[in-house]
Nanobody, 128 residues
Framework: QLQLVESGGGLVQPGGSLKLSCAVS????????IGWFRQVPGEEREGVSC???????YYPRPVKGRFTVSKDAVTSTTYLQMNDLKAEDTGVYYC??????????????????????WGHGTQVTVSA
């Protein structure tokens, strides 16, 4: 069973940067698609980036050009670099993995329901 632990959240001023980490134990990242999601109280969890096993990335328009997802296969860690942060980026950030072993169809990488494993989240607050 995979375990995911996020870290790196905190309070940052608008325009600042944070780098979130998600350490994965119990398995290799090789066969898993990666997603990063954000949730604010009262709203649905929304995708902010994803990285497929083929190396394809996706970013929704509000974060494109500011957020970058990456992974380190050696340490089984995925990262979310967030630059030029805005107040609307505030929320709890989650990393998630989807098992793609044996998959024969594509998946919608920004949809939370596609994912099999989740971390517990890390709070990011962007405020002056």
């Amino acid at each position: 069973q995979l375990q995911l632990v996020e870290s790196g959240g905190g309070l940052v001023q608008p325009g600042g940067s944070l780098k979130l980490s998600c350490a994965v134990s119990g398995g290799s990242l090789e066969h898993y698609g990666i997603g990063w999601f954000r949730q604010v109280p009262g709203e649905e969890r929304e995708g902010v980036s994803c990285l497929t096993t083929n190396g394809i990335t996706y970013y929704p328009r509000p974060v494109k050009g500011r957020f970058t997802v990456s992974k380190d296969a050696v340490t089984s860690t995925t990262y979310l670099q967030m630059n030029d942060l805005k107040a609307e980026d505030t929320g709890v950030y989650y990393c998630a993995l989807v098992d793609r072993r044996g998959a024969t169809t594509s998946y919608v990488c920004w949809e939370p329901d596609e994912y099999d494993f989740w971390g517990h989240g890390t709070q990011v607050t962007v405020s002056a």
